[in-house]
């Protein structure tokens, strides 16, 4: 059992930045690929970012290429997601996940097992 708990949401102006933090207990997390995803009332749970248990491949959602960064720190086993250029559509609560070694379809929100109870991120225009 792996239990996530995120930080760091809140608001910001657009153009801002912010980080958002995930920590994880339980098992080993360097034998983890994690991930973001996020939603939107009304709306399907959206892939962001993904890193994998290796650390060295991560994968991004063409919304947010070239503006927000996943990384990991092992060592603490946390996870970030480093959000620049923030604009109002990428106002929602982001959700930390986790699966072992990785998951079959990043992209699949079904394909993760671990999840974390989320934190809202609002950016004013």
């Known amino acids: 059992q792996v239990h996530l708990v995120e930080s760091g949401g809140g608001l910001v102006q657009a153009g801002g930045s912010l980080r958002l933090s995930c920590a994880a207990t339980?098992?080993?997390?360097?034998?983890?690929?994690m991930g973001w995803f996020r939603q939107t009332p009304g709306k399907e749970r959206e892939f962001v970012a993904t890193?994998?248990?290796?650390?060295?491949?991560?994968y991004y959602a063409d919304s947010v290429k070239g503006r927000f960064t996943i990384s990991r720190d092992n060592a603490k086993s946390t996870v970030y997601l480093q959000m620049n250029s923030l604009k109002p559509e990428d106002t929602a609560v982001y959700y930390c996940?986790?699966?072992?070694?990785?998951?079959?379809?990043?992209?699949?929100?079904?394909?993760?097992?671990?999840w974390g109870q989320g934190t809202q991120v609002t950016v004013s225009s």
């Open positions: 339980g098992r080993t997390f360097s034998t983890y690929s």
């Open positions: 890193i994998r248990w290796s650390g060295g491949t991560t």
């Open positions: 996940a986790a699966d072992l070694w990785g998951p079959s379809e990043a992209g699949d929100e079904s394909s993760w097992d671990y």
